[in-house]
């Protein structure tokens, strides 16, 4: 057969390839100083407690590592992850936890479970590029959400759902990938409001609240104040263990757990004992309030030689966030620059980004740029960045 259009779900013909996954072979390449990547550094990979304790895992419990396992997760890790959400200010126990595979697996599991075809889900402008794609493989419609140094604004939310019946608001009010901002308090209180108000269900997506390198940003999840039992909480250990564990986790009403757990029974039956495992007893032995601690300390230094370096090339301009925290920053450039057209030059003259216009749902964005100061050391950003002024020059 040369074609299989024919056979194509419906879903399937909404699939959007990811925009910036074209861009991943520029950040492997040693010769090109990369600000495009959107992974965490290996360097603050917990290799050796991993390595010792999985071998102790595998050999002494291999009925729970290496067997099927629950849908919902391990009882102690789901306990353990309860309690991590109640320092983030939410109140939840061991049976308000569903883990997943990883908290990508959390967003296609409620895009499964809630949306039809053409259903409104509200994403912010920019957002992240992995949650539009779980929607749009759904076959909804997204609609952009004006965002400023604030986080999401309500006016825009408002206005969005006054023309159109929102059925899910998406967001990332910690840091967000890609802007790294953080939303105020005081916006998420009013965009909590809106959402009672239109009755929209809301995914808050945290997968970078514990990446903070300042001592007043206050990152308390929306959740904390959700009083109508609409807003699903995405966690994920990801950026402070390892993303090749796969483990993260929904918190939610137990009614929607409930739908969730069967669409994970059909997506795998459960996320991988192994890794559940591993991250238990990482967890079980307090090692990971230390590792939080060292990962911290990894990216902060490089973070303020970015910040450092775009101060010194970049000022007058263009625009950048303070990346409080997470593991990026977003510059805005002034006049009519597009940061697409320049990629190629960028690459030849040894410096990657990723462009930002594949972030915005509405086609706008084409000024801007997401830089990560995560891969490289403090001497090879300064290097790119002093690149990137040539490419901008
Ligand atoms: C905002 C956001 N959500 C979810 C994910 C998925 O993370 P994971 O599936 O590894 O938990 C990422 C990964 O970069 C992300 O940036």
Redesign the pocket.
């Known amino acids: 057969m040369t074609t299989y259009e024919a056979f194509f779900s419906r879903d399937a013909r909404s699939f959007r390839p990811s925009a910036i996954r074209a861009f991943a072979k520029l950040i492997n390449d040693p010769n090109i100083i990369s600000f495009a990547g959107?992974?965490p550094n290996p360097d603050t990979f917990p290799a050796e407690s991993i390595a010792e304790v999985a071998a102790k895992l595998i050999r002494e419990r291999r009925a729970v590592t290496l067997q099927y396992g629950p849908t919902r997760g391990l009882p102690r890790l789901c306990d353990s992850i309860a309690a991590l959400c109640r320092e983030r200010g939410i109140e939840c126990d061991g049976g308000d936890v569903l883990t997943t595979?990883?908290?990508?697996?959390a967003?296609d599991l409620v895009a499964h479970t809630v949306l039809d075809e053409g259903d409104v889900v509200a994403v912010e402008l920019p957002t992240?590029i992995?949650?539009s794609a779980s929607f749009f493989a759904r076959s909804a419609e997204l609609a952009g959400v004006a965002q400023d140094d604030e986080g999401i604004v309500p006016e825009s939310l408002r206005e969005v759902a006054s023309k159109r019946r929102i059925k899910l608001l998406y967001t990332?009010p910690n840091f967000?990938?890609p802007s790294g901002r953080l939303m105020t308090q005081a916006r998420r209180t009013a965009v909590l409001e809106i959402a009672e108000k239109h009755d929209f269900l809301v995914i808050e997506?945290d997968?970078?609240g514990e990446l903070v390198y300042v001592d007043d940003a206050d990152t308390t999840a929306m959740k904390s104040r959700d009083s109508s039992g609409r807003v699903l909480y995405?966690g994920?250990?990801?950026?402070v263990l390892a993303?090749g564990l796969?483990?993260?986790w929904i918190v939610g009403p137990k009614a929607l757990l409930e739908k969730l757990e069967i669409a994970k029974q059909a997506a795998d039956l459960c996320s991988g004992m192994l890794d559940q495992s591993i991250v238990d007893e990482i967890v079980a032995r307090g090692e990971l309030g230390p590792q939080i601690e060292r990962v911290r300390a990894f990216y902060r230094g490089k973070r303020g030689t970015m910040l450092e370096e775009l101060q010194r090339h970049f000022t007058g301009r263009a625009r950048w966030t303070s990346a409080d925290g997470g593991l990026f920053t977003w510059v805005t450039f002034d006049g009519d620059i597009d940061t697409a057209a320049r990629i190629e030059t960028a690459v030849a003259n040894g410096v990657a980004y990723i462009p930002g216009a594949p972030f915005f749902v509405d086609g706008s964005g084409r000024n801007t740029a997401r830089l990560t100061f995560a891969k490289e050391s403090d001497e090879r950003i300064r290097e790119g960045m002093a690149r990137l002024a040539a490419v901008f020059a």
């Open positions: 959107g992974v595979t990883g908290s990508q697996q967003l992240y992995g949650g990332i967000q990938n997506d997968p970078y995405l994920s250990f990801s950026k993303p796969r483990c993260g």
